[in-house]
Nanobody, 118 residues
Framework: QVRLVESGGGLVQPGGSLRLSCAAS????????MGWYRQAPGEQRELVAR???????RYADSVKGRFTISRDNAKNTVYLQMNTLKPEDTAVYYC????????????WGQGTQVTVSS
């Protein structure tokens, strides 16, 4: 069992930056692929960025070049650095963990609101 807690969301002006954090507890962090998803009002949840246990990253086309996902296994934490934010980035951002040993084992955080507006 893994508990995920997101933090770092808030209100930011277009062009600004935010750094989201997701702290994991309850299991061995290093065996989980980690990802960030987001869900805007009236929209389906979509993958924003993913980082595997080996450090391989993947990004949605809409955020490529602006967002960076990283992980610190020693701190059991995954980050999402978001730069040059746009109003269309406004959404609830969710942390996700997927076991590299069993893909049926998945966990979600409670979400953190990111609002980009002037």
């Amino acid at each position: 069992q893994v508990r995920l807690v997101e933090s770092g969301g808030g209100l930011v002006q277009p062009g600004g930056s935010l750094r989201l954090s997701c702290a994991a507890s309850g299991s061995i962090f290093s065996i989980f692929h980690m990802g960030w998803y987001r869900q805007a009002p009236g929209e389906q949840r979509e993958l924003v960025a993913r980082i595997t246990i080996s450090g391989t990253t993947r990004y949605a086309d809409s955020v490529k070049g602006r967002f960076t996902i990283s992980r610190d296994n020693a701190k059991n934490t995954v980050y999402l650095q978001m730069n040059t934010l746009k109003p269309e980035d406004t959404a609830v951002y969710y942390c996700n963990a997927e076991s590299a040993l069993n893909t049926d084992v998945r966990y979600w955080g409670q979400g953190t609101q990111v609002t980009v507006s002037s």
